[in-house]
């Protein structure tokens, strides 16, 4: 399947950091290799983005690495330079790297970790695209696929407010860009992961990913790579009349409620099953 056959993709965040378990980033580069597009892989730790590309071009595909901190401008032009000049053009941006720091509640957390960690989740899409969406009109148009979290739509279990303050900001950012660029054909989705299982959470426990992957309706614990192939979806043309969308990945958790959940978690003796 070929479905970005001729596209050149920039997927932010991708370095491999696991032997174990896929980021989404790695996971999403490695897709959209698979169904035809080049792919810059953008990371700040070289031998992360070098590792990826090696397992790209291994499987076949096409595909290159860029070291930058996107929470500054600079870096962001750079990187759109970059996929220009090796590839000649951009259609697919996925604007996927995202950091926890500082977690805790408001009367908690501090300056630093707060500016960090909405630099890095959300201004970081912001400047990246100011400089994407000229080359994706160049190129005769393009699609954008921001990361967010179910966290950004509701409060989530890591009470870490500056996480959740930027991935609700990235779902109004979705929406604006989308609306204010439709007519330059250059599509802005955003999707919301729910509790997957990733190289990001590879150190909670056996216990506490049953009770994550419990408290969905489809009870199951969902992966990297479910993120990627949805994105691979919103990147393609398959998806040419769709934008503004926030799609939850998230096995059904945004349409369930505590009181409509219990049954499957808790046993008539209020015991977790």
């Known amino acids: 399947m070929a479905r970005l056959a001729n596209k050149v993709a920039i997927v932010t965040g991708a370095g491999t950091r696991s032997n174990n378990v896929s980021g989404v980033g790695v996971a999403t580069a490695k897709i959209f290799a698979e169904q035809g597009a080049k792919v810059l892989v953008v ?5 992360a ?5 090696e397992v790209i071009t291994a499987g076949g595909g096409e595909a290159s690495f860029y070291v930058a901190d996107v929470a500054h401008e600079s870096g962001c032009r750079q990187i759109v330079e970059t996929a220009v000049e090796r590839y000649g053009k951009l259609n697919i941006l996925m604007n996927n790297v995202g950091i926890v720091s500082g977690r805790g509640l408001a ?3 501090d300056e630093d970790s707060w500016h960090r960690v909405l630099d890095v989740n959300l201004k970081s899409m912001v ?8 080359a994706m009109i160049e190129s005769g148009g393009g699609s954008i696929i921001n990361i967010s979290s179910v966290d950004g739509i509701r409060a989530g279990m890591g009470h870490s407010v500056s996480y959740s303050a930027s991935k609700g900001g990235v779902i109004a950012l979705t929406r604006t860009m989308a609306v204010d660029h439709g007519r330059d054909n250059v599509r802005v989705n955003c999707i919301a992961p729910g509790m997957i299982y990733t190289s990001m959470v590879e150190v909670v426990n056996d216990h506490r990913r049953r009770l ?3 408290i969905a309706p489809l009870g199951t614990e969902g992966t990297a790579e479910d993120v990627a192939m949805a994105a691979a979806f919103l990147a393609s043309d398959e998806a040419k009349w ?8 998230d096995a059904g958790l945004m349409a369930a409620g ?5 049954s499957n978690i808790i046993d008539d003796d209020g015991i977790f099953l």
């Open 43 to 47: 990371d700040m730790n070289e031998a």
């Open 49 to 53: 983005a070098k590792t990826s590309v």
């Open 107 to 109: 009367t908690e957390i």
């Open 127 to 134: 400047f990246i695209s100011k400089y994407a969406i000229p």
């Open 212 to 214: 994550r992957s419990q």
């Open 242 to 249: 769709i934008t503004g969308v926030i799609l939850p990945v």
């Open 258 to 262: 505590p009181q409509s959940i219990l």
